[in-house]
Structure formats: structure tokens, C-alpha cells
């Protein structure tokens, strides 16, 4: 049963929620306990990161993409089995996609989760006093139970953050200082997943800081869970039973790997799950269904293009009727080419007749609602890349919405059985994804 569960959050954006979570995850691992990290929101790359740090698979916590039951059910069954849950927010503590609704805040309420404000203390002193008391009665039932400082100069500068904390009726749980060796190099879709990143370095680094400054028993024990946990309830898969004949194929190497992991545990009840590379595996496995997720295809555009008998094979299987999921960075993977940012062009798969391209980068993201017939598919979008203007395009299937219902040009391709676009979607959820299981079961 979890002895400890804390959401991490801060007043805004790149107050350091991340590598305080990441050297959290590694010291608490270092002590010998079970932790299960969770996300809030759609990021699939932070997830990465904790699972690194922690050992334990990261589980998105999302109320745009899932029901409220489904996150109770998501958090109270991943985190039974741990010592510590810990739970990285998202943007500012209340920032939503409306409001405070999908916020961090939102999921510490229906989850009941005590929240660590991380603060920014560069420039700053007791000037938080106000921030911090602001943040502590906002909202009655966002539970702000302590604070912890980040870029402090000195043990003299958190004395007045200290103060600042007595006087809003915060505890101070300490700080990180201010260390060039702890600054995660980006990656312009996020956090660095480059190989030569030594994150292992990097995570005993932090968590040697956070184990040195902040107060991690104290911690521990102000966010003790206050109520019973509600068990999650056994949801019955639409198939009834898992089919060890139902193959599945996951790509997933160094180009495929942003996935949601309740997205794969599904797949994982239904079927025999394989995994292949698309970098290095000649063909793919024998399979009933495909998933081609996103991932940094950008990166490695010649090793994919020389692949060609895995481009061939990709291609027989999709036009002998086979069943394939592609989204973004898998979605370009199927197009006929890729240039890179140079213009350099690469063949592909030649499935969808279209061409990608990183030329002009621009950045796109959100939250999407695609409506295709009378289904609605919820999922989010980020990437750089763009579709090619042709003088023939591929018609999008789908008429997709942004998160407060404004129409949108992502598009959705269906060609044969394969589904592709640049939407993260999010199909774990048995609220909502009859989509899935029908095309999975040759309904749709």
C-alpha cells in the first residue's frame, strides 16, 4: 500500500518541476523504496525520463484524453503496489486547457494528492511570501502542503525564503542550488532523449543535491494519504479474454518511442505484444495489428531510408489489408519521403503519397478531438514537421477540434486498414474507445 503520494508543482513553466522530480524519483530509489511515477497531461518524453530515474514505467494522468474514472482507476492501480507515488504537474499548477480544467491542480483535487510547490527563486527573496499564500488558499481543496526552492544562491538567500514560507504558512522542505551540472540539455520537442546525454550521471547528480538540501523524510511524511485508497474497478476487456493468437507489433527503438504506457498495457491484455525495430529488423514480425507511435525519425532519416527490405515489408503488409496505426513521426515514416531541415530528401514507405518535411520548422501542439462519422478520437498533437503541399492531397478523414471546440486542420488518413496522422491518440481508456477495440475486431 502507498505510504507517501505528492504531486510536484510550481507557479509556472521552467521553475525546475522537472529535475527536482527526476532527482526525487532517483533518491527515493536510492533508498531501497518502490516508486511509481506519474505525469500529468499528454507528455510522453517526461514519461521517458521518470522511468529512467524511478525503474518504474511513468503513467500519464490526463482529464482531456480520459474520464475522471479511468485516472482514479489508472492511479489507484499503479500505485497500490508502491512505497512513494510521485506525480510531476504540468505547466503552472492551475494552468488548463480552459482555465483550470485538464491542470495539475484539477488532478490533485479528484485524486486527493498533497502538492510540493517548486519555486523559482532566482532573483528573489521574500517576495514569495505572497506568491506562496496565494497558492495555499486559492483553492480550498488544493492541498499546498510545502515548498521547495530552486536556483538558490546561498544558505543566506533561503533564510529569507524560509521566512517568506513561515509567514504564508507553508513548509519549507529546502533547496536546489544553483548548479550549471544539473541543466538538462533540450531537444526542440522537449527534454533531451539524445544517447549521449548521460542521464544516469545526471539523475545520481540531482539526487545527491536533493538528498543533501531538501528534507525527503519530512516530505514523506506530510504527504501521507489522509483517506482509505478506493481499489480501481476491473474493467472487462471488449474481448472478453486476452487472445494469445491476436498478434501485435509495436515498433520501438531510438527513432519510435513516444507511447503512452497505458496505451501499451492495453495492448498487452488484448494480445501477445512484440516489439521491432525499424532501424535495424529486416521485417516486421508476423502480426494482426501494427503501431507505428512517434518518436525523433528526424534523427536518423538514412539508417531508416537504407532499410529498405523493412520499408517493403511495411508496404506488403498494409497493401494485403493489414491493420496499422501510425502517429506522427510513425505517420511520416509511411509517407513516400522525408526531407530533413536542409532539404536533404529521404524515401520512405510509400504508403501515404505525400511527402514530410523539417524545412521551416514550426511548432504545432494542443489537444485534439477528431471527429470521423459519428466517432470521436482524443488525442494531442506536437511536432515540427510539416505535410507537403500537393497538387493532389490526401483528403483528411476526420474534422478535428481543439480543446475549446475551435475547428482545426490536423488531419486524419485512413487508407486501406491503416489509421495515421499526426494526433497522439489515446485508446486505454474503456470510456470512450470503442473506436479502437471495433477497428481492432474488423468492425470498423
Not at 98 to 108: F, Y
Not at 254 to 270: K, V
Not at 418 to 434: F, K, M, S
Request: glycine share 8%; net charge negative; proline share 5%.
Amino acid at each position: 500500500m502507498c505510504q507517501s503520494h505528492l504531486l510536484i508543482g510550481a507557479a509556472s513553466s521552467g521553475s525546475g518541476k522537472t529535475t527536482f522530480t527526476l532527482g526525487l524519483l532517483r533518491a527515493l530509489k536510492n533508498r531501497s523504496l518502490t516508486v511509481q511515477p506519474f505525469k500529468c497531461g499528454p507528455d510522453y518524453i517526461d514519461t521517458c525520463h521518470h522511468r529512467m530515474a524511478a525503474g518504474s514505467p511513468s503513467v500519464n494522468l490526463d482529464l482531456f484524453m480520459m474520464s475522471e474514472v479511468h485516472v482514479r482507476d489508472l492511479y489507484a492501480g499503479y500505485a497500490e503496489k508502491a512505497d512513494v507515488a510521485v506525480t510531476e504537474g504540468v505547466m503552472g499548477l492551475f494552468d488548463g486547457y480552459d482555465g483550470m480544467r485538464g491542470s495539475s491542480a484539477e488532478i490533485a483535487c479528484l485524486l486527493k494528492i498533497p502538492v510540493i510547490l517548486v519555486v523559482n527563486a532566482k532573483s528573489t527573496a521574500y517576495s514569495v511570501a505572497p506568491l506562496l499564500y496565494g497558492f495555499k488558499h486559492f483553492n480550498e481543496h488544493v492541498k499546498v502542503v510545502g515548498a521547495v526552492f530552486n536556483f538558490v544562491a546561498s544558505e543566506s538567500h533561503y533564510s529569507f525564503l524560509k521566512q517568506a514560507c513561515e509567514d504564508a504558512g507553508i513548509e519549507a522542505l529546502g533547496y536546489l542550488p544553483k548548479c550549471v551540472d544539473v541543466e538538462i540539455p533540450s531537444r526542440h520537442l522537449g527534454l533531451s532523449l539524445d544517447e549521449d546525454f548521460c542521464f544516469e550521471a545526471f539523475a545520481d547528480r540531482v539526487a545527491e543535491l536533493v538528498e543533501k538540501h531538501i528534507d525527503i523524510d519530512r516530505l514523506l511524511e506530510l504527504t501521507k494519504p489522509m483517506e482509505v485508497a478506493i481499489p480501481p474497478v476491473p474493467v472487462a476487456s471488449p474481448f472478453h479474454a486476452r487472445k494469445s493468437s491476436f498478434r501485435i507489433a509495436v515498433a520501438r527503438d531510438a527513432a519510435f518511442n513516444f507511447m503512452y504506457e497505458a496505451n501499451i498495457r492495453y495492448l498487452h491484455q488484448i494480445g501477445e505484444v512484440v516489439y521491432f525495430s525499424p532501424l535495424v529488423d529486416a521485417v516486421l514480425p508476423d502480426a494482426d495489428f501494427v503501431y507505428l507511435p512517434g518518436g525523433y525519425p528526424e534523427l536518423y532519416l538514412a539508417s531508416l531510408s537504407a532499410n529498405k527490405s523493412m520499408l517493403q515489408s511495411i508496404r506488403l503488409y498494409v497493401e494485403g489489408g493489414g491493420k496499422l496505426l501510425a502517429e506522427c513521426g510513425g505517420m511520416m515514416y509511411l509517407c513516400d519521403e522525408i526531407r530533413d531541415k536542409n532539404g536533404t530528401v529521404y524515401p520512405m514507405a510509400g504508403v501515404l503519397h505525400q511527402s514530410a518535411t523539417l524545412e521551416n520548422m514550426k511548432l504545432r501542439l494542443g489537444y485534439r478531438t477528431l471527429l470521423y462519422k459519428d466517432i470521436r478520437l482524443k488525442g494531442h498533437e506536437f511536432h515540427y514537421s510539416r505535410l507537403v503541399e500537393q497538387k493532389n492531397p490526401l483528403p483528411s478523414c476526420a474534422v478535428a477540434y481543439t480543446a475549446k471546440g475551435m475547428e482545426t486542420d490536423t488531419p486524419l488518413y485512413r487508407y486501406k486498414n491503416v489509421w495515421a496522422g499526426y494526433t497522439h491518440l489515446y485508446w486505454a481508456d474503456p470510456v470512450g474507445n470503442e473506436w479502437f477495440t471495433n477497428y481492432l475486431s474488423g468492425k470498423e
